[in-house]
């Protein structure tokens, strides 16, 4: 029964807190008429409360009784809580106030000694019975002028807390979930009263920020951790911790609401709300399902750390905002992976081609960590993020609607995860170029100059000419799919930003680039890079006659030509010395020339001219009487496989699967679009679509100011478009934050032009 309440808490956190915006705070403050607000909820209330029963009964397999109870109950105190507001506001008493604890009393004095429970439709309705007379005054004038950037924050806190809930409940089932939810709604109670409730009365009256609650807020925390120490059960164990968050998420919402006055939540309240999500099969896996007692107590340290540190990151200095901004992007393009296992993932034998559908195994890279703490020190105004912003958030929210419509599986609610996470790095690209665009751009060049040449000089040394996933010390994952386009793609970004002040190091690099995209293997980054750069130096020679130019993409073909030459002369030796080690049973396979002999499950064997072990294919996807590359028919059948089942399912091309494919069939589409639309609809592409067409916009708008503004976009159109349409990029974790960010970095440049337009066009008018 507990863990049925709190699926329809979830519930009617994801539909009547998404649209209540704030509302309470921005009524105290005046910012808000409580007329046109209550008018707003009279028109939305009754759709809600059907989604809300949708998601409870249909969704969440909650009984039909206890679900219309509560949601009847959270419609009524949504409707009264702009009259009771605004009689806040006036320093008024509500009349109401009494008969709510002796109704609940008589409520639970019949659950307790009855097995009746009518005196419950008394309960819900009883506290609208004072304010329907304020309702029938209700304005209809402006009442949809509302804040929606609230709306937004809201939306995304309100759906997120349904998604944890579910994602707890999928993970360790409802018996051990109903030992969870009652500790985190007894021991979270102060926390969320600070937040809704309290705190924005508080703060009206000058008294969130005073001695007497910081006082109080450490006897909370005492209290939590005594009552943990002699907590024997799940269920006090996880009341203590959560009283101990609670004194965190206090602190935490002191913050968030002096931001709310700055209208400059709703990009953390995203982020907060995303790791959050993350944290649910984090704590499961690293754990094991006791874990999940710590995760009100993890929320709170995470958002007192979000909406803290943004407000102490605008006190650092611009020698220390250097530092800072140098550790994040190293550790933002450096590629290490760390695994849910404990392990930073560092394979000598063979590189992972496939997590095997384990989150626990998966490599993740530290770039999430790196990308999440930059925003929020680094963090732009609203007014410079607002396509970002919006863009996530609408996305983030489709995603959610489809899980919803769906009835999904965890494996679905982790696939939101996994495609919303790399998006935030939007942020973080317009965020740094707005701080310093060529000294983020310098510290590319100076990871390009060390990383390139160690990698190519590892590979040589283990006696490779394909490039090498072993590092010694670490192992990089997606060594040949995604990391050599990652790298041509940050070259390209350099080319432009420092041709003129840092040519020789360019020109220096050049001849290694070229042999890093020949060695890995990578058509997408190889044809990428050579185009790129072929046409950037022609266009350079037409416009200022500077042969010199052309001496980036001559080294490059040259190196790259080279390296295939000496890889085709080599093949007949390495051929040879194949034959003569290959000790494998049938079936199997041998990874590279020492390497182990690998399950018989693919019976197709791809090897480089060196001899080095590329990738393999399942049975099923090939067709020997084809003349085509096996790759080529890999992606192929893959194709035919997700568009067969599409046209067999219509509907399901607006709002997607209930779960990925069986990982025994296919592990994802090859194609991010498709793979998107396949589980999530086409409504889910929109908001990618849309700013796309916006960047292209902005960016034609103002090429006439800054030419370079061309280039920029046409490297990130080929991450985007190009090489979407044959991997899922964007999905992945390292590559997906590494295009996400060059996105947002072009967002902040057309911004940043656009603003030098705009102050020029002033100075000259006067």
């Known amino acids: 029964m507990a863990a049925d309440v709190a699926i329809v808490q979830g519930a009617v956190l994801a539909t009547f807190y998404v649209f209540s915006g704030d509302a309470r705070h921005l009524i105290l403050a005046g910012n808000m008429r409580a007329e046109n607000v209550i008018f707003f909820r009279l028109v939305c209330f009754l759709p809600l409360a059907l989604l809300s029963y949708f998601m409870s009964v249909n969704v969440g397999q909650v009984n039909a009784v206890i679900a219309c109870a509560l949601i009847l109950r959270r419609s009524t105190e949504w409707l009264a809580e702009p009259h009771v507001t605004e009689i806040e506001r006036q320093n008024n008493k509500w009349s109401g106030w009494y008969l709510q604890p002796l109704i609940f009393l008589a409520f639970i004095n019949q659950v307790l000694f009855t097995e009746e429970i009518w005196i419950i439709w008394f309960w819900a309705m009883s506290p609208i019975m004072f304010s329907l007379k304020f309702m029938i005054n209700a304005?209809?004038?402006?009442?949809?002028?509302?804040?929606?950037?609230?709306?937004?924050?809201?939306?995304?806190?309100?759906?997120?807390?349904?998604?944890?809930?579910?994602?707890?409940?999928s993970f360790v089932g409802k018996e051990f979930s109903g030992m969870l939810f009652p500790g985190f709604a007894i021991g979270s109670f102060v926390g969320t009263m600070a937040a809704n409730v309290a705190g924005p009365t508080l703060l009206n009256k000058g008294l969130f920020n005073s001695k007497y609650l910081t006082g109080s807020l450490i006897l909370l925390f005492f209290i939590g951790l005594l009552m943990c120490v002699v907590s024997e059960t799940v269920l006090y164990q996880t009341m203590a911790l959560s009283i101990i968050g609670g004194a965190a998420m206090i602190a935490a919402q002191q913050s968030r609401l002096m931001l709310l006055k700055e209208n400059h939540t709703l990009e953390f309240d995203l982020l907060f709300q995303l790791a959050l999500v993350f944290s649910v099969p984090?704590?499961?896996?690293?754990?094991?399902?006791?874990?999940?007692?710590?995760?009100?107590?993890?929320g709170s340290i995470m958002a007192w750390l979000f909406y803290k540190g943004n407000i102490v990151s605008k006190k650092i200095n611009k020698k220390w905002q250097l530092r800072f901004a140098f550790l994040i992007v190293l550790g933002l393009i450096v590629p290490i992976f760390f695994q849910l296992s404990g392990n930073i993932y560092n394979n000598e034998l063979v590189a992972m081609v496939d997590s095997g559908g384990s989150f626990q195994k998966v490599p993740l890279p530290m770039s999430l960590l790196c990308c999440y703490i930059g925003v929020f020190l680094f963090s732009a105004e609203y007014s410079k993020t607002k396509p970002a912003i919006l863009t996530i958030s609408v996305m983030f929210l489709l995603l959610v609607m489809s899980t919803i419509i769906t009835n999904q599986g965890a494996g679905k609610l982790i696939l939101l995860v996994q495609y919303i996470l790399p998006t935030v790095a939007l942020l973080l690209g317009i965020a740094l170029v707005d701080f310093d665009r060529k000294y983020i751009a310098k510290i590319f060049l100076l990871f390009l100059i060390i990383f390139v040449p160690a990698q190519l000089l590892m590979t040589w040394i283990q006696g490779r000419l394909s490039l090498t996933h072993y590092m010694y010390v670490i192992s990089v994952y997606s060594h040949y799919q995604y990391v050599p386009l990652v790298i041509a793609g940050l070259y390209a970004w350099t080319l432009v930003e420092l041709k003129h002040s840092h040519a020789k190091w360019l020109y220096l690099l050049a001849p290694w680039m070229g042999i890093y995209v020949a060695a890995g293997n990578s058509t997408i980054a190889l044809f990428g890079l050579v185009i790129f750069t072929s046409i950037y130096a022609l266009c350079a020679l037409i416009r200022k006659k500077r042969r010199s130019d052309m001496l980036i993409p001559l080294f490059i073909i040259t190196t790259i030509a080279s390296y295939f030459y000496v890889n085709t002369h080599l093949a007949y030796e390495i051929n040879q010395k194949l034959n003569e080690r290959w000790e494998c049973k049938s079936g199997e396979l041998k990874d590279g020339l020492n390497g182990p002999c690998l399950p018989g499950l693919y019976e197709d064997k791809f090897f480089d001219q060196s001899g080095n072990f590329i990738y393999f294919h399942q049975k099923s996807t090939i067709d020997k009487g084809s003349q085509l590359p096996a790759n080529v028919m890999e992606k192929k059948a893959i194709a035919s496989f997700y568009m067969d089942d599409i046209a067999k399912h219509p509907l399901t091309l607006l709002y997607g699967h209930s779960s990925p494919p069986a990982r025994s069939e296919v592990s994802s589409a090859h194609n991010y679009y498709l793979d998107l639309i396949y589980n999530f609809g086409m409504l889910a592409c929109l908001p990618l679509l849309v700013l796309a067409l916006y960047t292209a916009y902005a960016v034609f708008q103002q090429k006439d100011d800054d030419s370079t503004l061309i280039w920029l976009l046409a490297i990130v159109m080929y991450f985007v478009i190009v090489d979407n349409m044959f991997k899922v990029t964007l999905r992945q974790p390292y590559p997906g934050i590494i295009a996400f960010f060059l996105w947002g970095a072009l967002l902040g440049v057309v911004r940043l032009k656009t603003r030098e337009v705009n102050i020029s066009r002033v100075k000259s008018f006067s």
């Open 139 to 169: 304005e209809s004038k402006s009442a949809f002028h509302i804040a929606w950037e609230t709306i937004a924050s809201t939306a995304i806190i309100g759906l997120t807390g349904y998604i944890q809930r579910l994602l707890i409940v």
């Open 282 to 298: 984090a704590l499961y896996y690293l754990v094991g399902k006791h874990g999940l007692m710590w995760f009100y107590l993890l």
